[in-house]
């Protein structure tokens, strides 16, 4: 495997999935070689993401309350710091995130294009009217990608073939050999926390999860937790969350339910393999209003899956559809959470008839291809 520059200009550690490639990509160095990465610190209290074998370079996140001036000196203390150092490191294979870690990649090709392996990867999908209306800034990064780093590149992916034939219906333009899909899955080794299939199933209570971002005007969160109020004690609802507006958390806090708990500081990513088995239903709760939403298979059906919880989500994401399974152990559900059933629901979740689900979502699989694809 080559020398490789990664470029993943939000912090890393709001992006696991960043985090397993780099991981992935340090077990399967020589002991020769390094892999580099340029990022930005975390201002949400999250754990810092350390790995003896990745060298980390990271500068000051701009935030919204820093002076307009003070965000301008941030950005371009990251794009001139990074270039910089990939001048002086020269890696044979560039990667980088989004198009909000665009420019330093768009300078590093335009000096050292013919030496060097360019991959990029979106954790999310935007149209061409998100980056029209948006900031200047990843305005002008856009346009770079379209006039140069996408012709440049060797590897264009996106989490899931939806989001990859949107991307595709926006961009004709692009060779159609380049895109690729790589999902956001959990590694290997949460395989050794998963609990047995359905374990506990016919207790007195369901117990159900919720991980991640929340907000009221993007996610079923007030439904839901209406819904679970009106179980009595049936249903409990634990929520882990760090990146949620304050009209949320000032909702969350006002319920006072001994039914629903939540945890405003979230939790690290490492502890879920160890948090999630205790728990029977794993819940995604976004309304589909966008289409990154709507056509997206998130990260948390594949921890949940992994960990063997069931999964229940809205009538709305519709790519979710593709895994629907409701004869199988664990079961992913589909519910229209506007008009939540509780007998069927509850009825659905205890039942045990169906063989089990094999869990193939590891991200080793993914990421095999792609490293296959540096080194050739």
Known sequence: MKTIAVIHYLPLEYYPPATNFLRFIADNLKPHQRVYAFSTFNVKGRHPFEDPRILVTRFPFPIHTNLPYWRLFKYALFNIGTLISLLRRQPDVLIYYESYSAWPAYWYMRLRRKQTKLFIHYHEYFPPEWYANGMRTVKNYYEKEKSFLWKQAVWISHTNGERLSLFKEDHPFINEKKLQV????????????????????YSQTIKTIYVGSLSLSNTYIKEYCEWVMLQKGKVTFTIYSYNLHDSTVHYLNSLESEYIHFVNEGVEYEQLPLLLPNFHVGLILYRGITANHRFNAPNKLFEYLACGLDVWYPLEMEGMKPYQSTETNPKILELDFKKLDD????KQYRNTEGGELKNIYYCENIYENLANTIND
């Open 182 to 201: 790589m999902p956001n899955y959990p590694p290997k080794r949460w395989q050794q926390y998963r609990k047995k299939i359905n374990e506990n199933s």
């Open 343 to 346: 007998h069927i629901l509850i």
